[in-house]
């Protein structure tokens, strides 16, 4: 089963930013969907974005659209969720998962697997 680590996550003060990345030991990674999802405190988790297996079709939740750009790195094993402007109600603990089902990709965490420990971000002054 494909397994997932997630890292990049840090403080930052609001406006800063972030890089996360998702990455896998194997290639198998470029044959799923990804999605990163995070779960602020007292609050559901959701899902922030998704990019399908090629890279062609991308997705982002309204809240972080222009500011957040999700990217593959086929060559390392690896997807990149560039995070810009950010802002105190994106602090949450950012998950990533893989989806092998779903043409393109989707925010709906229910077809993801192989979800990691997830790194936290934490956007304050």
């Known amino acids: 089963q494909l397994q997932l680590v997630e890292s990049g996550g840090g403080l930052v003060q609001p406006g800063g930013s972030l890089t996360l990345s998702c990455a896998s030991s194997?290639?198998?990674?470029?044959?799923?969907?990804i999605g990163w999802f995070r779960r602020a405190p007292g609050k559901e988790r959701e899902g922030v974005s998704c990019i399908s297996r090629r890279g062609s079709v991308t997705d982002y939740i309204n809240s972080v659209q222009g500011r957040f750009t999700i990217s593959r790195d086929s060559a390392n094993n690896t997807v990149h969720l560039q995070m810009n402007s950010l802002k105190p109600e994106d602090t949450g603990l950012y998950y990533c998962?893989?989806?092998?089902?779903?043409?393109?990709?989707?925010?709906?965490?229910?077809?993801?697997?192989?979800w990691g420990q997830g790194t936290q971000v934490t956007i304050s002054s």
């Open positions: 194997t290639d198998a990674i470029n044959s799923y969907a």
């Open positions: 998962a893989a989806d092998r089902t779903t043409f393109g990709c989707t925010k709906s965490p229910i077809t993801y697997t192989g």
